[in-house]
C-alpha cells in the first residue's frame, strides 16, 4: 500500500514538472511569448565623451535577446547612464556621465529579474 501511495505521488510530481517545461517552452524564457516583445529603449545623449564613466557589470540569468534587452532599458532609464549588452558575454557595458552608484546599477538589474555578480570599473 505505501509503495502505491509513493509512485501515485511521483506520478503526479512528474506531471507538473512536465506541465512546468511545456509552459517555459510555449512563452520563452522571459514571458516573451505571452506579450508583446521588450522594445529596446534609445539613449538621446550617445556621445560617449560625455560618459567618463565606465564599468562592466557580469550578469546572471539572461538567455535570450529579451532579456538582454530588459537588463538594457533598465540601466538606461537611471538618469546619465547609457548601457549596452553583450548577451554573449552576459556582460553590460555601463557608461554614466557622474560617478557610478553601484548599489543602483545592482537594484536597476535586480528589479528587472537578473543578478548582478561582478563589477569592474574600467578606465
Wanted: proline share 3%.
Amino acid at each position: 500500500m505505501s509503495t502505491l501511495v509513493i509512485v501515485l505521488i511521483l506520478i503526479v510530481i512528474g506531471v507538473f514538472g512536465i506541465k512546468s517545461y511545456c509552459k517555459k517552452l510555449s512563452s520563452g524564457c522571459c514571458g516573451a511569448s505571452s506579450g508583446p516583445s521588450e522594445k529596446k529603449m534609445k539613449v538621446k545623449d550617445r556621445d560617449k565623451s560625455h560618459y567618463p564613466y565606465r564599468e562592466i557589470l557580469s550578469i546572471d540569468g539572461m538567455v535570450c535577446g529579451n532579456c538582454s534587452t530588459r537588463v538594457e532599458n533598465a540601466l538606461n532609464r537611471l538618469e546619465g547612464v547609457w548601457a549596452t549588452v553583450d548577451l554573449a558575454k552576459g556582460q553590460a557595458d555601463v557608461r554614466t556621465k557622474t560617478l557610478p552608484d553601484e548599489p543602483a546599477l545592482k537594484q536597476a538589474v535586480r528589479n528587472a529579474g537578473y543578478t548582478v555578480y561582478k563589477i569592474e570599473s574600467v578606465s
